[in-house]
């Protein structure tokens, strides 16, 4: 059974998809629900891994290791699937996003969040319940999405609920 500091997060998650639900038009038809359910079991996947890397008490460095090895594993199978097109974008915007996704993304915030794990344990999994609410402010301040009530009780249910959970 879940205890208030875990409800408010989840109630915050499902205020900010209330808002989808109640008005499909806005967003991008009728086809949300995948995005929900892909959005959900990442969320599972992330929390298995933050759970196996606590218990495995691997190294951040050696965990970082390993999963830039591993994405070179997936390459070959890329481009067999989908080609060399992307090489067709402006080099900026390549470079751009190797810098950003195969650097930023992939050692320093793996690096981090095991580092994270290996200092606080369990407890590090929580600040990831911040992640609708960056993804949301984000999506508001830098793609123009509206905001609408629902994010903002959203994102309040969010907070309030991991500040509880830390005060603890």
């Known amino acids: 059974m879940l205890d208030s500091t875990e409800?408010?997060?989840?109630?915050?998650?499902?205020?900010?998809?209330l808002g989808a639900v109640l008005h499909?038009?806005?967003g991008p038809g009728g086809e949300a629900w995948k995005g929900d359910l892909l959005f959900a079991l990442a969320a599972l996947m992330w929390t298995l891994y933050t759970v196996l890397t606590r218990r495995w008490n691997t190294p951040p460095l050696a965990v970082v290791a390993v999963v830039q090895v591993g994405g070179l594993l997936y390459v070959p199978f890329?481009?067999?699937?989908?080609?060399?097109?992307?090489?067709?974008?402006?080099?900026?915007?390549?470079?751009?996003?190797?810098v950003y996704l195969g650097?930023?993304?992939?050692?320093?915030?793996?690096?981090?969040?095991?580092?994270?794990?290996?200092q606080l344990g369990a407890r590090a999994s929580m600040f990831t319940a911040l992640m609708p609410v960056v993804g949301v402010s984000l999506a508001v301040l830098l793609l123009g999405e509206p905001a609408s009530p629902s994010?903002?009780?959203?994102?309040?249910?969010?907070?309030?609920?991991?500040?509880?959970?830390l005060r603890k």
């Open 103 to 118: 650097i930023v993304v992939s050692v320093v915030s793996v690096f981090l969040f095991n580092l994270a794990v290996r």
């Open 24 to 26: 499909p038009d806005s």
């Open 151 to 165: 994010l903002a009780l959203g994102t309040v249910l969010i907070v309030g609920g991991l500040f509880l959970s």
């Open 78 to 98: 890329y481009f067999l699937a989908e080609g060399t097109g992307f090489l067709r974008a402006a080099p900026l915007a390549i470079a751009t996003q190797a």
């Open 7 to 17: 409800r408010m997060p989840l109630a915050g998650v499902l205020a900010i998809k």
